[in-house]
């Protein structure tokens, strides 16, 4: 599922490449990844042009100019591909497609995904109960640790529950545990009050990396995209089971947790806390 950074990697590329463009036309393939009929959803946005992308956790937001919004969640298995000039549609089935001038973007595997259109309340409504973002305004070290140390659970859970703090999924959780030399089972409660600063930083250390490298994504957002999906190289641990850890040389684990896969180094981050 794509996580904060590539949300973020997401929202800055369709920045540079749809804002103020007029919708030209919209293909919808699949009704149940939106939430009004396809007739109305196609006629109310063709004309009309997205003035700003946001992001929220692992939302994206589209502000239109007339008001409106398009909520987009990607969820597990979706991801985002635009074509310049007539170049190649991708080989994948697309669930909706949008025209803007010269260029198409497909949503492509939103099979649990949607793409919404909310008024500005509605929006917000949709979204009241998310967390404050890793990388947003309202989070800082006195939030982080104030809202870890509210939970019962263990460090993985508390980093993926989206209504303590929205962004984190399975792949970065494990990488920001791992730096931060944190098992992820712990009990957050369990942690003393330096060792969730210490995780506060390498939350973001690990953030900031992961975004400016593309996150970990398989596809490109386009063809002459060599951004997206670099971090796959640089990922200490998640996915790396039975490889070398590249601190101690000891092998990754890979542990189930709440239903979870978990991979750590069992040297690097010791169950004692």
């Known amino acids: 599922m794509p996580e904060l950074p590539e949300m973020e990697n997401y929202r800055r590329l369709l920045t540079n490449h749809i804002t103020n463009i007029p919708i030209r036309q919209i293909t919808v393939n699949r009704e149940k990844s939106i939430n009004i009929p396809a007739d109305e959803f196609s006629n109310t946005l063709i004309g009309a042009k997205i003035i ?10 589209f502000h239109m100019n007339d008001g409106r919004r398009l909520l987009l969640h990607l969820m597990l298995g979706g991801l985002l591909y635009m074509t310049f000039d007539n170049e190649a549609r991708p080989s994948r089935s697309t669930q909706i497609e949008i025209h803007f001038g010269d260029r198409v973007l497909y949503f492509i595997g939103l099979r ?24 947003g305004r309202r989070m800082n070290k006195d939030v982080f ?3 870890a140390a509210e939970r019962r659970s263990t460090l993985k859970s508390m980093l993926v529950n989206q209504q303590a703090i929205s962004g984190i999924g399975n792949c970065y959780a494990d990488e920001i ?7 992820p089972a712990v009990k ?10 210490k995780l506060y930083n390498s939350a973001l250390l690990v953030l900031n990396d992961a975004i400016e490298h593309g996150g970990y994504m398989e596809l490109p957002f386009s ?13 200490k641990v998640y996915d790396r089971e039975g490889q070398p850890c590249v601190t101690c040389g000891n092998p990754i684990n890979k542990l189930e947790l709440s239903g979870r896969k978990v991979f750590l180094c069992p040297v690097c981050q010791p169950e004692n806390v």
């Open 223 to 235: 063809e002459n995209d060599d951004l997206t999906g670099n971090y796959n190289e640089k990922c």
């Open 52 to 61: 700003f992308v946001e992001r929220r956790g692992k939302y994206l937001i």
């Open 112 to 135: 649990l995904g949607y793409l919404h259109l909310l008024t500005a309340k509605e929006t917000d409504q949709a979204l009241s109960r998310l967390g404050p973002d890793m990388m």
């Open 177 to 183: 545990a791992f730096h931060a030399g944190i098992h």
């Open 188 to 197: 957050v409660q369990q942690l003393p009050s330096s060792s969730l600063e």
């Open 145 to 147: 640790i104030h809202r």
